[in-house]
């Protein structure tokens, strides 16, 4: 357990009805983790070893921030991921086993670790170049992540469209029926808010993400990752990843690297990802890593569903008492 070591389900005496999550940028918050840090004494080496890795101490960084690091994309996605895959530790000496995993933008890589897909050393390697790609792709301060509430997704898919003779911008999250995430340059972007207000949104409320992903400008970024993608050690799936790009099942490693690869510059269609899981039999979905985005989601999207949280040692043997 303390080692950063290739995890993955047990395809064995799967729970059939039960679906694992991973958190995306957005759901960090400082002190994510600590808790599970300091209940079990061999998490802190995994910390460690993941330190190692990228170079600074991402314990601290997760633990006591500033938040103003914790949220630029290039350290959001390495302590998202360790957080996360630290949490679904709980579940490898546990009998519960999950028959279908997926996350949201970069929690798919999490889900991918715990499909025996990639060894979290290599995940975490590279999740960190995924962040400074795209880090990199947009100046600082030119892009805007903003989710649109209470609005269909063709009314913002028109907001966008006459919003781009200002620059980039376009839906980039189709999260749950009344929530699209749109993204790009933030002059365009603002004035897709007020044509998306005039529309009859709700709300329009800026994320904490530090660059618009999944939007054309993260071309360049994922033509950067193909190289570090393709020469990964990649595996064939244990259990079966819905992705981001398609929401459709894959398994095989080939399928799943040119996945990610489109992933960057198209939008998560995260609310078809839940209906293909539901579609599947799933009838109970488990957040696992820090936040609770993911949750609320699945109860607007399947609301006959149960959908729990694991971030810590109770959580999760709350989750185990629901499940069993």
């Not at 393709?230 to 790009?245: G, Q």
Request: aromatic share 6%; proline share 7%; net charge neutral.
């Amino acid at each position: 357990m303390a080692s950063l070591a290739k995890s993955h389900l047990n395809p064995t005496h799967m729970q059939k009805h039960l679906g694992l999550l991973f958190p995306g940028q957005g759901s960090q918050f400082v002190g994510m983790g600590k808790s599970l840090y300091e209940e079990d004494p061999r998490i802190p080496l995994i910390y460690e070893e993941a330190s190692d890795i990228v170079g600074y101490d991402m314990a601290s960084l997760c633990f006591y921030g500033p938040i103003e690091t914790l949220s630029l994309t290039e350290y959001t996605q390495p302590a998202l991921l360790v957080t996360s895959l630290v949490a679904f530790r709980l579940f490898e000496a546990s009998s519960l086993r999950a028959s279908a995993v997926a996350g949201h933008s970069l929690g798919e890589y999490s889900a991918l670790v715990a499909a025996g897909g990639l060894p979290l050393p290599d995940a975490i390697r590279l999740v960190q170049q995924r962040g400074q790609y795209m880090a990199h792709a947009v100046p600082p301060g030119s892009g805007l992540v903003v989710a649109v509430l209470g609005l269909s997704s063709e009314k913002v898919q028109k907001a966008c469209r006459e919003a781009q003779n200002w620059g980039v911008v376009a839906p980039v999250n189709y999260n749950c029926p009344g929530q699209i995430v749109m993204a790009g340059e933030k002059t365009a972007v603002e004035r897709a808010i007020d044509l998306v207000k005039q529309q009859g949104a709700r709300r329009a409320i800026p994320l904490p993400v530090s660059v618009p992903v999944h939007t054309s400008l993260m071309q360049i970024a994922a033509d950067q990752l193909k190289k570090d993608i393709e020469s990964s050690p990649w595996s064939d799936l244990t259990v079966p990843l819905i992705n981001n790009a398609d929401a459709k099942p894959l398994l095989l490693a080939q399928e799943v690297k040119a996945s990610l690869i489109r992933q960057l510059p198209s939008p998560v269609r995260w609310e078809q990802t839940i209906r293909t899981m539901a579609a599947m039999g799933i009838s109970t979905f488990l957040e696992v890593g820090p936040g609770k985005v993911l949750t609320g989601l699945v109860k607007r999207i399947v609301p006959e569903a149960m959908a729990l949280r694991v971030h810590d040692s109770a959580s999760f043997e709350a989750a185990q008492a629901a499940v069993s």
